[in-house]
């Protein structure tokens, strides 16, 4: 079986594609996402992806989406991209990818092996209106872009993004949402392209798996106390409380910082952990009450 990982992507044998979800996976298949059907990015929620592949293609539905490893025909190694890329000259959206990882590696002193591709820029040159999707591998890296996000966005070249681009997690009143934006660290614009960072674990970084299971739900005002492992999926905040807040849903990747009092709908799977988007919750969210 390959060794997969987040914000890898999968062509399959019935030509979906199909982004890998986090690191933990059963014996013979991957934990994914629908992206693209027909060529066509698929644009709904995860739930509405479960019931269309159930109904059109039942062998990537148990009960989450799996996809078997006998139906992949290629694998789109995220890490494999840029350096690809950078062994030949580019144009166009391919060409800007590239200039905005030196650029931010530059900036942040970081190696340029440090960042890849991902989406659609992994298998296509894009065209004008595709995003540069990038990822930061390890919690190293990822951590020096949290410190000094500021040093990014005070850039000539880059702008934050519009809130119309920014995946609005479930749940979420127009004010709450709306604040989220302000304190997005993650998404922007590079010479007017829109770009976005998220952040992958090395392979010697990965946890122990969350129990994605039923448990009572929880409300709760949590003081954020570290958000090193916001840039990943599942993103993780540490807080004061000694409580993991850990969210599934997409959209609150570095957006709380230290300091920052929030507010938790979520599920207490133990002691230590509340949950945020599990496909057994309800009304799952965090919205911040109070900023550092």
Known sequence: MLRLRDKDYLLTNDGLIFNVLGYD???GAYVCGLKYVAGEK???NYDEALRFLEQRYPHYVDQLIRVPSKSIAFVYFSDQRLPQLRESFQVGRLQ???ELADLFAEKLNLPPDAFSLTDSLLWSAGNSDSDIDLVIYGADNCEVWLQSPERIFALPEIEPIT???IQRPPHLSDASFAQLCEQKWNQGYYLGTR?????VRNWDEIPAPVPLVAAPPVERQLTIAD???SLFFPVVYQTEQQIEVVSFHIGYEATFAPGDTIGVLGAQVDDRTIL?????GGDESITLVRPA
Do not use: C, I, N
């Not at 770009?195 to 952040?199: D, E, I, L």
């Open 195 to 199: 770009f976005s960072v998220r952040g």
């Open 163 to 165: 809130p119309e681009f």
């Open 25 to 27: 996976h059963p014996d």
């Open 227 to 229: 958000r090193r492992q």
């Open 42 to 44: 698929w644009l709904a």
């Open 276 to 280: 945020v988007g599990s496909r057994y």
């Open 96 to 98: 800007k990818a590239v």
